[in-house]
């Protein structure tokens, strides 16, 4: 019989030894994949052979969660993080930019409030602009898109000599400003005479063919002479 039983606990001290190399997630699903009866589970035999030995310890048996936090295995060393609030991030207020609709129809956006003297009708101004079709398409432009070289045009606020509604926006402009706007057609190029319109031939034409369209300007007010 204590042949028996020592070579029993042999083959229990092996497969321990055996489970104590398995990796954690094996070791946590083993409960479920053994079934043998109470009476021959390897626990109950290394109970019995540590109470034999030393009468005087009382064996018990522990949940598997306080064994793992004895042995230092909590969530954080497995690599489970605690579901844990996220911080409120500080909303900020986005910029604002303000957009006024004036009776002609003209929408302007006031993108840079200037802090120059202000622009009257009748004055000449000096200006630099970029025109695009309403979808945003560019048509022309007083800046080189690519090295960034001016050639800004000056015009009188009158609208026999430019269009109305780039009129509209350059009045009450103060210099160092800058203005979005959306001119309706009928306040745009209602004939060819009217400024400002390039002298290159390809560029002229292909800003009057989009003439019977919305168009935008984006302006900035650089003197007023």
Same mark, same amino acid.
């Given at each position: %019989? *204590?042949?028996?039983?020592?070579?029993?606990? *042999?083959?229990? !001290?092996? &497969?321990?030894?055996?489970?104590?190399?398995? /990796?954690?997630?094996?070791?946590?699903?083993? @409960?479920?994949?053994?079934s043998l009866?109470?009476?021959?589970? @390897? !626990? $109950?035999?290394? $109970?019995? &052979?540590?109470?034999?030995?030393?009468?005087?310890?009382?064996?018990?048996?522990?949940?598997?969660r =306080?064994?793992?936090?004895?042995?230092?295995?909590?969530? %954080?060393?497995?690599?489970?993080? @605690?579901? =844990?609030?996220?911080?409120?991030?500080e %909303?900020?207020?986005? *910029?604002?930019?303000?957009?006024?609709?004036?009776?002609? #129809?003209?929408?302007?956006?006031?993108?840079?409030e +200037?802090? #120059?003297?202000?622009? &009257?009708?009748? $004055?000449?101004v000096?200006?630099?602009?970029?025109?695009?079709?309403?979808?945003?398409?560019? =048509? &022309?432009?007083? =800046?080189d898109?690519?090295?960034?070289?001016?050639s800004?045009?000056?015009? @009188?606020?009158?609208?026999?000599?430019?269009?109305?509604g780039?009129?509209?926006?350059?009045?009450? %402009?103060?210099?160092?400003?800058?203005r979005?706007?959306?001119? /309706?057609?009928?306040? +745009?190029?209602?004939?060819? !005479?009217?400024?400002?319109i390039? $002298?290159?031939?390809?560029?002229?034409?292909?800003?009057?063919?989009?003439?019977?369209?919305?168009?935008?300007? *984006?302006?900035?007010?650089?003197k007023?002479?």
């Open positions: %019989m *204590e042949v028996a039983s020592s070579i029993t606990i *042999e083959k229990n !001290n092996f &497969h321990l030894t055996r489970m104590r190399a398995l /990796p954690f997630q094996t070791l946590a699903q083993l @409960p479920c994949a053994f009866p109470a009476s021959k589970r @390897p !626990n $109950d035999v290394m $109970d019995k &052979h540590l109470h034999n030995r030393h009468p005087s310890i009382t064996v018990k048996s522990l949940p598997r =306080v064994f793992l936090q004895l042995m230092g295995i909590g969530p %954080m060393s497995l690599g489970i993080n @605690p579901v =844990v609030a996220a911080p409120m991030q %909303m900020k207020e986005p *910029e604002v930019i303000r957009t006024l609709k004036l009776s002609s #129809g003209v929408r302007i956006q006031e993108i840079i +200037g802090e #120059g003297p202000e622009a &009257h009708d009748g $004055d000449f000096q200006l630099n602009y970029v025109c695009r079709r309403a979808n945003g398409y560019f =048509v &022309h432009s007083t =800046v898109q690519f090295s960034g070289e001016s800004p045009v000056t015009l @009188p606020l009158d609208e026999n000599q430019i269009i109305r780039l009129k509209d926006v350059l009045t009450g %402009m103060r210099v160092g400003g800058k979005r706007a959306l001119i /309706p057609p009928s306040l +745009g190029y209602i004939n060819e !005479n009217l400024k400002p390039p $002298d290159e031939f390809g560029p002229r034409r292909s800003l009057l063919s989009h003439a019977k369209e919305p168009l935008i300007f *984006e302006v900035q007010l650089l007023i002479l």
